[in-house]
């Protein structure tokens, strides 16, 4: 058994393991300028533990369908869920051949073994009940198995050795199968002190003894999220992810509060790099129990907002998706003609944090890139786009007008625009057209894999068929109540839309109020450098501007 010392010396070499896990950190980036096909995957995978779902009381091979038809990465099934579909007569080798099927990695089984109570023939008994299970997880072709304090009511401090005597007799009960038990902190349960599970793996002496966290169960049993530090996050192979509101207070939060990744307080930003950092490469799988979802929308719909918003965090916090920065309007409009590819490279060359464009639909349903209404202003043709085909407006000159060396330049389709864009930087995507059109353009954003950045700038009526049909879909309200900028505000938190694009400045308190919802704040209108100055100043994240390349000496951008 480790003494307290021997701990504190054993904790170290964790620390020196996670020092040695950011040397082969430090490589991951998003390259600039790439298009769509060549999107580097995230380091880890968005994984989903059917406690989101358990509402809908789906059998268990549902639940593998829906997940895999999602596009999640992998799944966390719950035994008692296994058995009772066996019960029924469903076979484990069925089930391991539709994980199969869905290309799920099966990333951890949730059981409830009383393995570590007291009464000997129960612990007994609830090691034999943990063999049992990792049997079935070994079947299903599964690595790991959830190992809480289950049947414990309080942990005694000055016994956390024979807890991890009684720990290691499960490890070695896996061993033989493959499988691995992970020790689970529950934040409000017996074990919630993020030391005492650590120093009950490390006590056991076994190279395999792992852990299994969860954001939430971490700030709710009031660990210091810098602890993790003190970890090799290389052994976690998966880590629950979820959020949690500012109210109530953290020692009243219950399991039901927990909300989407993204929608509540939750340091993201420090800890998914501090997590890869340290060696992180396994599963962020998402664990809900917020019943609110499941009430008014299909299971569907709750799982693709779960992936896109899991997808949306990760990656913003990995790949450094700008908090604030400059828009190039219509791209660098000021020496490029407007609304084409030329001027989306350009501004791409120089950094944008967003890029805006207009989107239209033509008169045989294709998506074009155009402000007007009209071809006649950019072009050197004459005509409603709505009156075009396609074909006729691709034959037009989109660059002549402004340059006779860009002479030749076409206009540009939806796909063609956000296929150049880098995967870092926002696409406002300025709806010009009516719902038939927002919902076009929601399912390129979603097919592409671009809904982490890309967002809808429409009016209410776009915005509920696009929510309608593809809730993850982020969403600007440009819905600008006649210029009563309060109302605005209002309503644009109200209806949790993701940006806001102002033409006038809000209140002090009004900008709190949306940066409290996490709405980010557009600006169109900017008059000159000094005024974009008191724009960023006053706590505009996004200014619109034409000439690019003359705004940006004067923004320091996050």
């Known amino acids: 058994m480790l003494s307290r010392r021997d701990f504190l010396g054993t904790a170290m070499l964790a620390a020196g393991g996670l020092a040695m896990g950011r040397t082969a950190a430090e490589g991951f980036t998003v390259t600039e300028n790439h298009p769509a096909e060549a999107q580097q995957p995230l380091p880890f995978r968005i994984s989903l533990n059917v406690s989101t779902i358990r509402p809908y009381k789906l059998p268990v091979d549902q639940q593998i369908d829906v997940c895999g038809k999602a596009g999640f990465d992998g799944i966390e099934l719950w035994m008692s869920d296994i058995q009772a579909y066996t019960d029924k007569g469903g076979s484990l080798a069925d089930l ?32 034999a009940q943990m063999r049992r299970e990792m049997e079935i997880t070994a079947a299903l072709g599964g690595k790991f198995i959830a190992a809480p304090l289950s049947g414990v009511d309080r942990l005694d401090s000055s016994r956390l050795d024979e807890y991890a005597q009684r720990f290691l007799r499960v490890i070695e009960a896996g061993k033989a199968l493959g499988v691995t038990p992970l020790l689970e902190l529950w934040g409000s349960g017996a074990l919630y002190k993020l030391a005492d599970a650590v120093y009950i793996a490390i006590a056991t002496g076994h190279p395999d003894a792992s852990l299994l966290l969860d954001f939430y169960h971490l700030y709710r049993g009031g660990n210091p999220f810098d602890s993790l530090n003190l970890i090799n996050a290389a052994k976690l192979p998966v880590f629950h992810i979820n959020d949690y509101p500012s109210e109530p207070s953290r020692e009243r939060l219950k399991d039901s509060d927990r909300v989407y990744p993204g929608d509540g307080i939750c340091p993201f930003e420090t800890l998914i790099p501090m997590l890869y950092q340290g060696g992180f490469r396994g599963a962020f799988s998402v664990e809900l129990f917020n019943e609110e979802y499941c009430r008014n929308n299909t299971v569907e719909q709750v799982l693709a907002v779960t992936l896109e918003k899991t997808r949306r965090i990760v990656f913003d916090k990995m790949n450094g998706l700008p908090q604030r920065g400059l828009c190039s309007h219509r791209g660098v409009n000021s020496t490029f003609p407007e609304n084409t590819l030329p001027a989306f490279r350009e501004a791409v060359r120089l950094n944008a944090q967003q890029i805006e464009f207009d989107v239209c639909r033509t008169k045989d349903g294709q998506l074009v890139i155009m402000h007007d209404a009209t071809v006649d202003r950019t072009t050197n043709g ?14 037009l000159d989109a660059g002549i007008k402004k340059d006779a060396k860009f002479a030749g330049t076409k206009v540009p389709t939806f796909e063609e625009a956000i296929d150049m864009i880098p995967q870092n930087v926002w696409v406002n995507v300025h709806m010009k057209a009516d719902e038939t059109a927002a919902v076009m353009v929601a399912k390129i954003i979603v097919e592409k894999k671009r809904a982490h950045q890309a967002f809808i700038a429409c009016n209410r009526s776009c915005a509920d068929a696009v929510r309608k049909a593809f809730p993850q879909v982020m969403i600007c309200n440009m819905e600008r109540q006649g210029g009563d900028v309060s109302r605005y505000v209002r309503e644009t938190i109200k209806q949790k839309c993701q940006f806001i694009q102002l033409t006038a400045l809000c209140s002090p308190e009004e900008m709190q109020q949306l940066k409290s919802a996490g709405v980010k704040v557009n600006y169109f209108g900017v008059q000159s450098p000094e005024h974009c100055r008191q724009l960023i100043a006053a706590g505009v994240d996004f200014p619109l501007v034409d000439d690019l390349e003359a705004y940006l000496p004067i923004i320091s951008i996050n």
Not at 106 to 124: M, T, Y
Not at 382 to 395: C, H, M, P, V, Y
């Open 382 to 395: 004459a005509g409603a786009i709505s009156e075009l085909t396609f074909e006729q407006i691709r034959n």
């Open 96 to 127: 391991a051949a539709k994980l199969k099927a869905n290309r799920l990695v099966l990333e951890n089984i949730i059981g409830f073994a009383p393995w570590a109570v007291d009464d000997q023939s129960k612990r007994d008994a609830g090691l």
